[in-house]
């Protein structure tokens, strides 16, 4: 009998019990019914003994197997794979590639929301609380390098002029679509084989939380400022104001003060985005001017939020929308942009076939060293540039 049959002849013993009982309410029980209740209660004794013992076991297994791994709750044994033990593949007991997946919904290429499965979820959780662009964008996962957004070529106006009687003015948009071009991002770890099998820390999370920061900040700086990003390709520091977004341009050639960043966000009132939620996200140069700023009572202009968690969200806001702080970003220098505002929904980020974890116990054999590369495929858009705020220095 496994865990499961267990569980369910113990629910059944139970409900049969309970109907003994709720039969002789107000009498005695008779001989006969003494009889059968006794014998329940043994075999539910034992039942129990077998639930307690599968449970030990299970736990057991799981201590000794890996951090990540899962079991099966069936058989009551660790079902192993690369995936949900990560220091068995770096052993080299899976094979030398693997790759982690999202769950997503909706047909080929899909595109929503992914759910926590795995390796997959545990490397994105941490690039999202460590990417200000991941935080602030919206995240698709796609199966196919197919991609392709909707972009609103015309925004719909009012003619608030119509008289009675008249024809009404064309309220169709034009839609066109953008194709953003996925990038590799790739990080390599050396781990040594008496790491692998003598380590008694959590050498998975270790790894994983390593390489999930590189391709974070990897991600962050070609999305922001386009580094080792072609020309051609989506940045968001930079104007869309040809597209309809709003292009503030600072009074200073080396600072941004906090009243024109809210100068830039009040000018998205016409386009309708300014009611829609959205946040900022500043270049890491000018987070020490804005922290400097205060009023006529020298009280600091940008205050951080009590209830925030600076691991998982802004700290400061302006205008009660959020405010990240890159970890790179241009250097505060004339004609340089240092700034943003993103609508909910106006960028966007692609990950493309999940994460591919490579083990290489090759090119390092002769130091005892075995290379972990983990690299995935993401590319950046900004689908409604009227709802994107750039700043530029002046």
């Not at 890996?66 to 069936?74: H, L, P, V």
């Not at 946040?279 to 940008?302: E, K």
């Not at 691991?311 to 400061?316: G, V």
């Not at 290379?371 to 009227?386: C, D, G, H, I, Y």
């Amino acid at each position: 009998m496994n865990l499961i049959e267990a569980r369910e002849r113990e629910t059944k013993l139970f409900a049969e019990l309970q109907n003994v009982l709720d039969g002789a309410e107000g009498r005695q029980l008779t001989p006969e019914e003494c009889e059968k209740v006794e014998k329940m209660n043994a075999e539910a004794d034992q039942v129990q003994a077998r639930i307690r013992s599968a449970q030990a076991s299970e736990s057991a297994e799981m201590r000794l197997g890996s951090a990540r791994g899962g079991w099966d709750m069936q058989n009551t044994a660790v079902a192993k794979t690369a995936e949900t033990d990560f220091r068995g593949f770096m052993h080299g007991a899976y094979g030398r590639e693997f790759r982690a997946l999202p769950i997503t919904s909706g047909a080929s290429p899909e595109a929503g929301d992914t759910l926590g499965l795995g390796m997959y979820s545990q490397f994105i959780e941490i690039m999202n609380r460590l990417s200000p662009m991941r935080q602030i964008c919206a995240v698709d996962s796609f199966s196919t390098s197919d991609i392709r957004y909707p972009v609103q070529a015309s925004q719909v106006t009012v003619d608030d002029d119509t008289s009675e009687g008249a024809a009404f003015d064309n309220y169709e948009p034009t839609f066109g679509a953008k194709t953003p071009t996925p990038r590799k991002f790739a990080v390599t770890t050396s781990v040594s084989t008496e790491a692998i099998d003598d380590s008694a820390f959590d050498l998975e999370s270790i790894i994983s939380r390593q390489q999930a920061e590189s391709l974070a900040y990897a991600q962050d700086q070609a999305f922001l400022v386009g580094e080792g990003v072609a020309n051609s390709d989506d940045t968001l520091f930079e104007s869309y104001a040809s597209d309809g977004g709003i292009l503030k341009t600072a009074g200073n050639a080396t600072t941004l003060s906090i009243q024109e960043m809210v100068q830039g966000l009040c000018e998205l009132a016409p386009t309708g985005y300014f009611g829609r939620p959205g946040a900022f996200v500043v270049a890491s140069g000018l987070i020490d001017d804005l922290l400097t700023q205060d009023d006529s009572v020298n009280r600091p202009l940008l205050q951080a939020q009590a209830a925030s968690s600076f691991s998982i969200e802004s700290p400061f806001q302006i205008f009660g929308r959020p405010v990240y702080v890159t970890s790179g970003g241009p250097a505060m220098t004339s004609g340089n942009f240092c700034a943003a505002y993103v609508s909910q929904g106006a960028a966007r980020i692609a990950d493309v076939g999940g994460l591919t974890f490579l083990r290489d116990p090759y090119s390092s054999a002769a130091n005892g060293l075995v290379n972990l590369l983990a690299s995935m495929r993401s590319a950046f858009s900004v689908t409604e540039p009227r709802g994107i705020v750039s700043y530029q220095l002046a």
